[in-house]
């Protein structure tokens, strides 16, 4: 009980300090050259990255080599646990279950992060969002199933881990052919607009980045359930 009321007195103190100074902090109202160039130039301007969301144009545009050498740490890091985990002895225990009503539960929540992680992945080049957002929301699909049902039953419906890691393969391949694609047709490496297209019948696309999204949507979704899937003891006894 006291540490109860302790904390909550250290919350009361933060939340009234924060009130009475924010008045005194100095505004911030100011950009700097770089952050109004991007601005200034992710959907319009003459360096126009075709996308009106500056996070995205910045992450697969501006500076999208960096994007791409970290994509790549995090697939190496994905190997290096696939490794590490390969030869390792798996200890087995008996799952107590859930409820049918948590299950059902399960499976309408499971279906609802499924639509808002691909909404948030093919829309992160209009509205916040993108493929490592997507992707991350994805994989607590197959978290949810493994801690409600089992990693058995996971498998059984066919998403093993090496599954994934082909999935996974797929969307960093295609990361990799859109950023090469443009030396083949004389322009830089990851090079977007002109070289892909800013609409697609009158749709808005935002030339590589809708790609890239959709892309990383594929490959962090997969990676993130490999580790769930190594991590995850496989369960003894029968499956309900």
């Known amino acids: ?38 601005i200034r130039n992710s959907y319009f301007g003459e360096h126009s ?11 697969w545009d501006y500076r999208g080599l960096d994007t791409y050498f970290e994509t790549a740490v995090l697939f190496m890091a994905i190997i290096g646990a696939v490794s590490i985990f390969r030869n390792m002895p798996s200890v087995s225990f008996h799952p ?4 049918d009503i948590t299950r059902t539960g399960v499976k309408i929540v499971g279906l609802i992060t499924f639509v808002a992680a691909a909404t948030t992945a093919f829309h992160g080049h209009i509205t916040p969002g993108g493929g490592f957002q997507g992707g991350s929301m994805l994989a607590v699909v197959p978290l949810l199933v493994i801690v409600a049902f089992s990693k058995k039953a996971l498998e059984k419906a066919g998403l093993t881990k090496e ?8 969307g960093l391949l295609t990361i990799a052919i859109v950023a090469f694609y443009p030396l083949l047709a ?3 490496f990851m090079q977007n607009l002109p070289v892909y297209p800013k609409e697609l019948h009158g749709m808005l696309v935002s030339g590589s980045l809708s790609l890239f999204n959709m892309a990383e949507f594929l490959a ?14 496989p369960e003894g006894g029968s499956e309900a």
Do not use: C, D, Q, W
């Open 186 to 188: 004389g322009g830089y």
């Open 96 to 99: 107590r279950g859930f409820t």
């Open 49 to 59: 990255a075709g996308s009106p969301e500056v996070v995205t144009a910045i992450l």
């Open 220 to 233: 962090v979704g997969a990676g993130f359930t490999i580790i769930f899937l190594l991590l995850s003891n």
């Open 1 to 38: 009980m006291r540490k109860v009321i302790t904390l909550s007195i250290i919350m009361l103190a933060v939340i009234a300090g924060a009130y009475y100074l924010s008045p005194h902090l100095p505004p911030k109202t100011e950009l700097n050259a770089l952050g109004e160039f991007y």
């Open 163 to 170: 599954r994934a890691l082909v999935i996974r393969t797929i």
